[in-house]
Nanobody
Framework: QVQLVESGGGLVQAGGSLRLSCAVS????????MGWFRQAPGKERDFVAA????????SYADFVKGRFTISKDNAKNTVYLQMNSLKPEDTAVYYC?????????????????WGRGTQVTVSS
């Protein structure tokens, strides 16, 4: 079993930055892939970014390229999402997810483990 706990959300002004963390515990293998998704009220869950534990290759949604960076710390079993130049439309609950097939895709259905999410609110 894998447990994911997000932290680092909060209220920030437009143009500001936040760094989200996802602490991973349990039976995690280096073949896994980790993803960040977000969901705003009344909207579907959107892919934000993903990273493979092994090798560290990354992928991003077009709307965050150049602003967000996903990274990992193998020693701490933690995945990060550095968010810069935040916009009001980035307001959402951000979820960390794990894919035990290591695909690192943008399809939320391929992720079998999820955290409870952390709220990010960007004021204009």
């Amino acid at each position: 079993q894998v447990q994911l706990v997000e932290s680092g959300g909060g209220l920030v002004q437009a143009g500001g930055s936040l760094r989200l963390s996802c602490a991973v515990s349990g039976r995690i293998f280096r073949s896994y892939a980790m993803g960040w998704f977000r969901q705003a009220p009344g909207k579907e869950r959107d892919f934000v970014a993903a990273i493979k534990w092994s090798g560290g290759s990354t992928s991003y949604a077009d709307f965050v390229k150049g602003r967000f960076t996903i990274s990992k710390d193998n020693a701490k079993n933690t995945v990060y999402l550095q968010m810069n130049s935040l916009k009001p439309e980035d307001t959402a609950v951000y979820y960390c997810a794990a894919d035990d097939w290591g695909r690192a895709s943008g399809d939320h259905r391929e992720y079998g483990y999820w955290g409870r999410g952390t709220q990010v609110t960007v004021s204009s």
